[in-house]
């Protein structure tokens, strides 16, 4: 509600359109569901660009399946993140439809048929023990309707496998890069290209990988301008501002 | 160079056009100018689509002078990061047209004069001493043509603050938010926004602020969607981002 | 035991109403009672207003249920925390009105039918993940005779769920606030009301998280005024702190 | 603004009594005054009951002094903190009124002559040591009008020292106790109190103390019921949020 | 091996009472017993005072069988520490004599009827929980022949409890302190007592205590002079260093 | 491919000796072998001197299988690390002649029968608990083909038992020291030998060592000169460097 | 004031010589001097065995200098630790005789010619750089009237110094092993003897040392029997612990 | 002192060729000079291969200079590492040959002129500041007679300038590589090289650097193999352990 929805909606009422009644009620609150243990954003998808993302961990199984039906009621494309088997159990039972991504954890629902963008995400992964991360970011990006280049187990320890994808990488209008251990990657490739490059540490490692917080100080420090980072295996994270990024992007020339 | 110029240069060898030196000359290395202490890469615009920024921390007053002398010597615009006023007057000793910004600790020398981009980047700063951050990324920005909307001081614990500048929050492409202390902001604006916002973390704040560690670990896990990071009060890596995503972005209808 | 208590205690030695003997024994220790392994301090409420609560973890099954049956037979209500589902078997054995509150892993026994308080402790949850937390903190609140009200699923990322209880926040002499992820909330919370706001970090989050330490920095952090904290994921300690502030608080003006 | 004046001002337009323009306006947005680099929320004191309080470090003098100028042009008394002795020489220029608190490092202005309140909050520090942070807690309460005891060097290992205030401490509504090193003293006291205990970890201590990080994780794991913490060296938040509990007490029975 | 054995041997090479051979056998090592796996130091009862102790974890169970045979064979009191029950099992097939220590998860096994010291270490425990590490030091401290009293569950949130036993605590020679959550009762004993303190912090705690941490740190800063600390939950260290002191002490006076 | 082979190359093509398609297929990538989820470097052995080693953790059991057969399809010797046994019986199941070192949880597959190095390598333990990690330092610096003699259970609490292979380590080109606890036996072995020292922290102990965050930190800050350090339990990368020192020494004099 | 004296106490009230008065005085409060900004504890002595110790760091150079002359007031010995040369001015300004150790930033004030005891406290610096802290330790011994034997710069990287120290090591009755860097000596020297061995991290290092975390972790996780740690650089800790523990010890057979 | 040597020893006693005090005196003690603070050690050259290194951090000028003496008055070249100019100053008064390397903070003192090495070491940095520690890397290698090669600002952010100088970390018998902010280059050197690379983590960058921490990790979780790693900015160490590897090398095949 900006501005000018404000001033349309204040002089309806001085027009006897409306009753205060209703603009009391339009100007209170903006829309969303209340189902006791959670109040579902409904609006999000107009003021944010996508809908509420389900993330499992930490509500049961019950509560998942509840919202991610409440989710599939409403008009867009329903993304459940961080989901177990069990917890993709309940909710096919009530959305037959429902995809599982195993590798990834993620449950999709898909109910619009939008043509992917014109424009690309590259996502990479370092290691083949990224990939769950990577593939994470991957469907995001695809649910919100955006075209996704994948490039695995490309990481610094052979850097030829890396510049061998160089097209692949330049043309992209945004690189998501998943990689744990040292977390060197999103550095090298920044160095290769003019896109924005979003940095995913993966837990992938040990001893002082500290879960993956080797690879996120890594890449928050890294020496390749345009780098920006997001959590420790949070490859939901990265697809998503992947995808916001992407979908503004204009056409490049032929 | 791509698969098209390496097919160009070979079959130009064929055909006699150039010698076996020169080809071995060009295939081997990639351009840059080595003046001992370092290795100036003048290839780097091309590549990544900015000349290298200078970061004057570590590096003595003489080595900074000389390698922005050496930068400034090509056809881009100028940027040196982390500059104290002495070596800004050792800059300006041999380019006297630079500029320095006192607060965002940074040096500007503008040798093109490209119209700024149509659309814009929000800069937001949380606090009043946020700003040096929020300047570093700003000047970051409108160095390499973007258009950039400052809005300064408008932290969540006024949130009608932010709230009075939702439109400009709208209309921009892409928003940097610096924010110190808890660091919630970004999680703010987030919500708010349908386009990606990179959160800075300064090191505003004190005891468990940890020099801006809690706005750090505040920021990586926000959750708000759309939000990636950079490191600690780096507002040029920010801009930097910023700038990369923004120029790539279509106009937006009228 | 107080100056004036000494006194007289004193003075009905001098008047011989009672033996040295009592008296050392009455002026050396305050009363516990020592069952070997736990010494219950059946003083608690009198020094400091609720008795003894039993904090489950680390301690044996066997130990627990004993403590608990002790604690029982004095007059006030029963609290047990961090209660298994094998824990509350043993207690219930022997103590058939004990009421086990799953989320919170929290074990009551009401033995008083005091009036709830007049004045309300609002708890307020981010999440529907952090719900078994202010659950703990709402029960504890209850069991100490404190009238609550619960607003759960209000987190930052769509604040207009928050705008939208601004009056129940109001109204409130107190608030605790769970928050995981960046902890953002008791920020924004606090920038709302004249009350103050205890913030509860919980370790709903992953990676960089660090089970919670991220947003207990955030909440230490907070910009705004009249945030204190608790451990993370201490329902208890913010549930206790809230009802110790309501139960002194006048009642408002109608 | 609530939903009754929402109600009011609404039905004042449909009856002509201001016009649309007014109305956006007041809707649009809550007052605050924009200064360039600082928008001052003078909106604070009705919302959060006391003026917004200027935090001096990371601001220039001169942003400091503006700030603080346009605070003491309201109604309020007037307080900053982190002021050296440099921000109050720029301050007191244009404010001859102003205090400096030299140890707690803070600036007050007190502009209106309420009676202090009924009751008291103590304010307790473990060493000499810990005075200053101590002294910052005291005078923010008492610029908010509350009445103080101060109750200082009573670590634990001399717990007589404490034992000897125990009717100070009994009287209190609610106990700030600043402690460095091992940060037992606020477990100590709500031991012996039935009122809420704020722990403000000092950084005072050496070595492990790491800043205050010591004393501020042993006030968060505190086995004493009823103690919330601040963050390291925030004697302002302690006494903000006192000041907030001790207001709404009240009256004891004589 | 010191000076005067050096030279008693060196002189009776050359009146040819030993040979050569022996000579250099003797001066080259000092015994210990190679079984493969491990090298069974008997040397160091000589050395040390006591027998080398079995610590079980990140050995196999026929490893610490295996070694603890060969330590059985010898003159002294064995122990084995975090000894499992499978452990055990395997110990008491060839060692039926060994005693378990089911809380502690210790082994012992006594081979010797010593009297115990005249003197006595106190084992203090601040909580229940913090009983099994207590138990570790006070069973160390026993089958090194030491006296032992135990007070356990005396922590500070009811310091009456501790006040209670005064006695025992002026009485010993040194004191061990096991506490977790904030670990502050080493502070508070060392403030009533003129004996060495030796601090254990324990894990018992969650959030912020990180595994003991926060316990560990609060006892490295304590302001109670003569505290040492050992590693979190080293029971056995505690009662090792203590029954090394307590073994040197002079009778007291009667 | 260095400078001579690329002109080579080059000149061959202006010979008409090889097409530009295939020069520019040669020029463009070094070899590697993609198998969708993985790309095998073939060409590490030539570029690094031993194959690819396969790192099991994080990759499903099937695709650890097809990796390891693409590179037991070469002719070099093959490792895998950190395998459980489910991981080693799907390799043995088509690679038969594979090792699985139990402890160690390494697999090795022997296709070469090269001689061992002339020159040693010494694998030194501080306690059996560190043997496995000692061994995967072993199994690799042997599966390289270097000698390797191993010292188990010499850990600094007993100074004499390392003493006595004093010889052993005097021998060695570079010695391994495998540690956990506090860290200290690479310290004390470099002040013993002129060789490189080559420290591995286990995470053997409890509390804070941190998972072997203390002898980490420990053998960084080793005042021993020519200790270089590897990640917490890495035997395998210890040993791997080990391996290419030892491969380069010069035969010693005899 | 144990049971004894409070009886005593009661029976002479009854006997009417003493008033009530009197004894609520007594028996109220143990004595302390309240001067204000601190509450001089002489009764310390009697229950702590050593006067209070003054702790420079933080207080005010005038606190010092009123404290440290309360503290001479009274009959014992006076110490004050982390004392700068302009603190010492302040102090020996009204106290001449007191004596200043410069690199120890310590200030002793002998009033009492005590015999030194019999046995001896070893106090052991692993390097140059580390004597300050192990100064600090010896001038605290011996102004508590402790023989004590000084070995300096012994450190692991040449392990032939220390052993040639290893009677006046066997000899002691505590060891005090100050050392950065790895902090390893004290696990050494537990190796070699049969008495408690106090380490002391010191913050001599740099780097990953991080202050002394190094060393302090390394001696908490010592596996040396005996070893107990202060805190970082607390020289003065160990000192006073290793005076309790060798003013109880029994002479030795000669 | 072998098991030779000491045979060889205790036949010349039973021959009468020395006398049992000389042996007792060779047999007890390596040798050592014993200057009060510090105790040199003379011996280290035939043990370790190199004199003892004076560290001047921490030391006063006037111990610095004292030690540089004695080490100067042996046979060997000497080095001081982090040392001011002022400690220069007093060193070079008396050692006016001694060089002062500025940037590197180092001191040398060539007494020997050894023909350096046939092999070479390969220093590199990632960028220009973090030359210094790659100097004193550089430096402490030739010191001790070792060739290398200086390979500076070669970064991954512009990975063609590493790969222009492949030739020369080829023919290198370890590589010694400098980097700060991400750390990344030691990974990508050793994917292209089969000789050991040794990594320094620099404490060049700023926020989540910490001090050069997130190189640290970067480079102990390194997946390219044969990567040591030594302490933050420790340049000495990096370069000594080169040196002993170096030495080592065969020459290779022309």
Do not use: W
């Not at 996508?50 to 399946?65: D, I, L, N, S, W």
């Not at 993966?202 to 890594?218: D, E, I, P, Q, R």
């Amino acid at each position: 509600m900006n501005e000018e929805t404000l001033r349309a909606l204040l002089e309806s009422i001085t027009r006897g359109e409306q009753s205060v009644d209703d603009a009391v009620s339009k100007l209170k609150n903006l829309p969303f569901e209340d189902i006791g243990f959670a109040k579902v954003d409904h609006h999000r998808q107009l003021r944010c660009g996508f809908p509420e993302v389900v993330y499992c961990e930490g509500k049961t199984v019950e509560q998942v399946a509840a919202i991610f039906s409440r989710c599939a009621a409403t008009e867009g494309n329903v993304l459940a993140t961080r989901a177990s088997q069990s917890v993709f159990d309940a909710v096919s039972a009530t959305n037959p439809q429902a995809t599982y991504h195993e590798a990834a954890r993620v449950i999709t629902l898909r109910k619009t048929d939008a043509k992917p963008s014109a424009g690309t995400i590259a996502v990479v992964s370092a290691g083949t023990s990224d990939i769950p991360v990577a593939e994470e970011a991957r469907i995001t990006a695809e649910i919100m309707d955006q075209r996704v280049t994948a490039i695995y187990d490309v990481g610094v320890a052979g850097i030829h496998r890396l510049l061998a994808h160089r097209a692949a990488l330049t043309e992209a209008n945004v690189i998501v890069v998943a990689a744990g251990m040292e977390g060197a990657l999103p550095s090298v490739v920044a160095g290769l290209v003019d896109c924005p490059v979003i940095g995913v540490p993966t837990s992938v490692g040990y001893g002082a990988s500290f879960g993956g917080l080797a690879a996120l100080l890594a890449m928050l420090n890294s020496c390749g301008s345009g780098v920006t980072v997001v959590n420790i295996d949070n490859g939901f994270g990265a697809g998503y501002a992947a995808a916001l990024i992407n979908r503004r992007c204009r056409d490049r020339d032929p």
